[in-house]
């Protein structure tokens, strides 16, 4: 199993982006916004869709497996917003911090989607959640183990990453703000390189970002931030 998590890791993949982002906003954000200081982000709900198992491989070592990524993406994502923290209007609850209140409540990452993001804020003590999904999809039906598919970057041009970011304020539930994007994968770059992709578009659409005249020019400021 410890092969698998390495090769879903380190292995090389290339995300290019297959369609348009679709961003939804709430109305009222704008003043919602001004109550807001804090925002936790929770561990991604990721889901390793498969045709068929992989020889050797049970349910269980894929749901560890799906976990250990939400994780990993959830230390990622933070990371990044953490580097240019000065350019938002909010603060970002250190990751750590929020896993250990998580862990003391006894909510699980497999129990999290029965929790309310209102009993979550209340929970972490912050005024917004912001939490996501991901699904990849592995066309390999038979054969080659799971780290052997992303070790030699075996998924092909017809595996799609779906990625779907959403924050939702702490008093009440109210979805404020959804990102959604889908991405195709091949052989290309790191892991270090898929988190970019994955969120490089994601944080150019943020919310809480400051209205500067450095980052007006989005592309610019974001290319700085990520390469």
Same mark, same amino acid.
């Given at each position: ?117 209102? =009993? ?10 912001? #939490? $996501?999904? %991901?699904?990849? /999809?592995?066309?390999?039906? +038979? ?28 008093? =009440? ?10 991405? #195709? $994968?091949? %052989?290309?770059? /790191?892991?270090?390189?898929? +988190? ?32």
């Amino acid at each position: 199993m410890k092969k698998i998590i390495i090769g879903l890791l380190s292995g090389v993949f290339l995300l290019v982006i297959t369609c348009c982002a679709v961003v939804y906003k709430a109305p009222d954000f704008p003043q919602r916004q001004r109550q807001h200081k804090l925002i936790a982000i929770t561990p991604l709900n990721v889901t390793v869709q498969y045709r068929k198992l992989p020889e050797g491989v049970t349910v269980d070592e894929i749901k560890k497996n799906e976990e250990d990524l939400g994780r990993y993406f959830q230390d990622q994502l933070y990371t990044r917003f953490l580097q240019r923290i000065d350019s938002y209007t909010i603060d970002f609850q250190d990751v750590s911090k929020t896993n250990n209140i998580l862990n003391q409540n006894n909510i699980n990452y497999q129990l999290l989607r029965d929790y309310s993001k209102e =009993d979550l804020a209340s929970h972490l003590g912050v005024d917004a959640v912001l #939490s $996501g999904n %991901i699904i990849t /999809s592995q066309p390999m039906s +038979t054969g080659g183990a799971v780290a052997m598919a992303f070790l030699l970057g075996l998924w092909g041009p017809t595996n799609t990453v779906g990625v779907a970011i959403t924050i939702h304020d702490g008093s =009440d539930s109210k979805l404020l703000w959804k990102y959604e994007h889908t991405y #195709s $994968g091949t %052989i290309g770059s /790191s892991s270090e390189q898929v +988190t970019k992709a994955l969120f490089k578009h994601l944080s150019k659409k943020f919310p809480y970002l400051k209205y500067t005249s450095r980052t007006r020019n989005s592309d610019l400021f974001y290319d700085d931030l990520y390469y």
